[in-house]
């Protein structure tokens, strides 16, 4: 108990979820901008012209290739933006959009090819045909990939502990490193345990959550092809 009241104190507590507000801030805009950037680049390399697919494919290669914790470095020093929020975030976009093309990618051609030529017969052109009938058809079928890669973000938002920037695992660390200054007792495994244990907890939750979210997408959109084949 005396470890309990001694870990969550509510300016411990506030501390914490400082960092894992700033988790969810980092996460949620790279994903936004990765999933868009990373749609660009599939249909590129998918359906663009020969220099176009080959640029594509370079940054795409050289990004899965390469370890994300590498690109957080590089990025936290040389990206040209003046926060350490805006740097975390473009390596995270650099990075993830790279697994977002692929992911684009592979949802592209489990499409067939027949209905581009149905669309086609019908006077659509490439890009109405993307934008009215093969996307919307693409993101439906790669919501679970694309969600298992959303989670990864999330998970991977940890790296930024390693340029001390405040999201939740620094701020744990932090917080166990000052701990001892605060209590005037050296820290136990108690003491961690709680601290780390409650870090595990937060990240469970969100990314629990946010599978939890994905199934319910996934069983709605199941159904509703169901629906439209028996009907």
């Known amino acids: ?3 309990f009241n001694a870990v969550f104190t509510p300016d411990n507590i506030n501390y914490i979820m ?39 494919g370079f940054y795409i290669e050289l990004f899965r290739n390469t370890p994300n914790l590498l690109w957080v470095f590089v990025c936290f020093i040389a990206a040209p933006f003046p926060t350490a929020f805006g740097r975390a975030c473009c390596a995270y976009v650099l990075f993830t959009s790279a697994m ?11 499409i067939p090819k027949g209905q581009f030529e149905a669309a086609a017969s019908q006077g659509f052109t490439l890009a109405s045909t993307l934008w009215y009938i093969v996307i919307p058809q693409c993101f439906r079928r790669i919501i679970p990939t694309m969600m298992s890669q959303v989670i990864t973000v999330i998970k991977d938002t940890s790296f930024l502990a390693q340029v001390a920037i405040g999201e939740l695992l620094f701020n744990t660390k932090d917080l166990m490193a000052k701990l001892p200054v605060y209590t005037g007792q050296a820290i136990g495994f108690p003491e961690v345990a709680l601290l780390f244990g409650f870090a595990m907890l937060l990240y469970f939750l969100l990314n629990f959550t946010l599978s939890c979210i994905m199934r ?11 629906q439209h084949t028996n009907g």
């Open 18 to 56: 400082r960092g894992f507000w700033m988790t969810i801030r980092v996460a949620f805009v790279s994903i936004i901008f990765s999933i868009a950037i990373g749609t660009v680049l599939g249909i590129v390399r998918s359906y663009g012209n020969f220099i176009l697919r080959k640029l594509a």
């Open 100 to 110: 977002m093309a692929e992911v684009v990618r592979g949802g592209l051609n489990s």
């Open 1 to 3: 108990m005396d470890a």
């Open 216 to 226: 319910y997408i996934q069983r709605r959109n199941n159904a509703a092809t169901n």
